[in-house]
């Protein structure tokens, strides 16, 4: 089963303005982590955020996790084109085995 | 090597056959996933090696789906009697360990397409 449920599902917006997406899930995790894919093809891992942390930076991405609304934001400020790509959030399930995705969040972003 | 290689890129086969995936982990990664991506959707896990044991083959679809891990390194996915709801994106990644604070490094994928 899913463990990660973005949205939106579809963000469109222009360079230079911020993009957010949010990540439910629904079990207690140890961390959660984002991942980009570009062209329906491998993942690239973004950053990770720990159970006890709030809030984490990472150039011009700023991810929050909420632990007792098990949800998680991924802000990225500032945006260009080259950001265009599908975002994922993962966590790891109850067994610590599975990586377990969401369905992604699929970004647009015009010149 | 530099990361994880899977082959094939691409996989055109007829409805019915039996096809054989290939993942080439990141040396000394010990841990292995294997997912499933159909066409705009998300990624649904399959099975989960730590060496060469599968503690994790909850996401296996149906017993025509199998994988095993050989010395701890490469892993082979192997559909049989192919059907065409198997056409998909086939993902491998592997990450150093079964800790899960560690990241997952994917390879590009095979683009399965059963017709």
């Known amino acids: 089963s899913q463990q990660g449920e973005e949205d939106p599902q579809a963000l469109s917006i222009q360079e230079g303005e911020n993009a957010t997406m949010n990540c439910s899930y629904k079990?207690?995790?140890?961390?959660l982590q984002w991942y980009r894919q570009n062209s329906g093809r491998g993942l690239v891992h973004l950053i990770l955020i720990r159970s006890n942390e709030r809030e984490k930076h990472s150039g011009r991405l700023r991810v929050t996790l909420d632990t007792s609304k098990k949800s998680s934001s991924l802000l990225i400020t500032a945006s260009r084109a080259a950001d265009t790509a599908s975002y994922f959030c993962a966590s790891n399930s109850n067994s610590g085995y599975a990586l377990n995705f969401g369905k992604g969040t699929s970004l647009l972003v015009t010149p | 090597g530099a990361g994880v290689s899977q082959s094939p890129s691409n996989k055109v086969t007829e409805k019915g056959k039996d096809v054989e995936l290939r993942c080439d982990p990141i040396?000394?990664?010990?841990?292995l996933y294997w997912y499933r991506q159909s066409l705009g959707q998300g990624l649904e896990f399959l099975i989960y090696f730590q060496g060469n044991s599968a503690p994790d083959k909850s996401g296996l679809p149906s017993d025509r789906f199998s994988a095993e891990r050989t010395g701890g390194s490469v892993s082979t996915l192997t559909i049989q009697r192919t059907q065409q709801e198997d056409s998909a994106v086939y993902l491998c990644?592997?990450?150093?360990?079964?800790?899960?604070?560690?990241?997952?490094?994917f390879g590009q994928g095979t683009r399965l397409t059963v017709v």
């Open positions: 990644a592997s990450r150093t360990g079964a800790q899960p604070e560690r990241r997952a490094f």
């Open positions: 040396s000394g990664h010990t841990a």
């Open positions: 079990t207690s995790i140890n961390n």
